[in-house]
């Protein structure tokens, strides 16, 4: 199999998010692998491994979203659950920086992986998605807001464009592990992969037919237009696409969208490189603690001194309580 037509352009490699476009098909979209960025945000937090599994389906979702930002900003990607699994939150700056971190309790994702129930669904159970795009202090945030009920992060994805944007959206999502032996030790590393794909025709007439989708409750009738043929195809395209060819690394992205799409032409753009990057500053975390009360600068204060640690990256910030005033 030639694959020179996407060769002529160097790899994004790991760790970079691909815009492509597939004209024929009035589609347009971006794919990723990632790597080193996801092992080092994941090692950093040492979570159990569905934890880390499920948080490493949020980074790539955020960046498959927060990618197509057009302006300097950030786009934050927090869940609010009742599951063992009851907080996700990712975010990612236009700069490329990401970081991300998960809040659960270490008892039920113990049973959870005991039990084998570890799928997202199970893990978050029954909240809500939340997706803001933060632009600075003088733009206003946008927040668009889905139901999670036993589902996954990419149909609540699916909800999102749906509902909010009214695009036609296929999202796919994968993290696995991978195991090697390097002078003899056991090493464990993570890889994750996704791709979304948009239909965007210039005719939005064309765009109506796709929105009931596959969600109407069980004995609705629906009344749906017919399909536009391109984005049938197109579904059915990605609708092939295996877990195991997203995380494989011998797959990278421009590999992928070639086996998905050589036949309709596939035309790829500049990658856009992500890093783990955490935005915390000894600074913010000073602004924090200065509008707390005395009554809680008083319980913060632990062997004589504050210590506060990033929940995202896990740098530790020391402070002399006597500098705070405890807003008295
Ligand atoms: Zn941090």
């Not at 699994?85 to 994702?109: H, P, Q, S, W």
């Not at 113990?110 to 809500?128: C, H, I, N, S, Y």
Request: proline letters at 5%.
């Amino acid at each position: 199999m030639s694959e020179a037509g996407v060769r002529a352009v160097a790899p994004a490699g790991d760790d970079a998010a691909l815009p492509f476009e597939v004209a024929a098909l009035d589609v347009r979209g971006r794919a990723i692998q990632m790597g080193p960025v996801l092992n080092t945000i994941l090692a950093g937090h040492a979570y159990p491994d569905s934890v880390s599994k499920l948080l490493g389906e949020a980074l790539v979702l955020a960046v498959l979203l927060g990618s197509s930002l057009k302006f300097d900003g950030k786009f934050i990607l927090q869940t609010d659950t009742d599951g063992p699994v009851d907080m996700l939150v990712v975010d990612y700056r236009t700069d490329g920086g990401m970081r991300g971190y998960a809040r659960f309790d270490a008892e039920k994702v113990a049973a959870a992986e005991a039990e084998g129930r570890t799928e997202p669904g199970a893990l978050l159970g029954k909240g809500v998605l939340a997706m803001t795009i933060d632009q600075g202090p003088e733009m206003s945030r946008y927040q668009g807001i889905v139901p999670l009920d036993g589902g996954t992060l990419e149909d609540a994805g699916h909800t999102y464009f749906r509902q909010s944007e009214q695009i036609p959206t296929r999202i796919r999502l994968a993290v696995a592990e991978f195991q090697s032996r390097e002078t003899g030790e056991l090493v464990r590393t993570w890889r994750a992969g996704g791709l979304i794909v948009q239909f965007l025709p210039k005719a939005p007439e064309r765009m109506q037919a796709d929105l009931p989708g596959g969600d109407a409750p069980e004995g609705m009738e629906v009344e749906a237009g017919e399909e536009d043929d391109a984005w049938v195809e197109a579904q059915s395209l990605v609708g092939t696409i295996e877990d195991h060819e997203l995380t494989d690394p011998a797959v990278p992205a421009e590999r992928l969208l070639f086996r998905l799409f050589h036949e309709r032409g596939v035309r790829v753009f500049s990658p856009i490189q992500v890093v783990d990057r955490c935005s915390c500053s000894r600074e913010k975390v000073e602004g924090l603690l200065e509008s707390f009360s005395a009554e809680e600068i008083a319980e913060s204060i632990e062997d004589g001194g504050i210590a506060v640690t990033c929940e995202f990256c896990g740098r530790k910030y020391a402070f002399d309580p006597d500098q705070f005033s405890g807003g008295s």
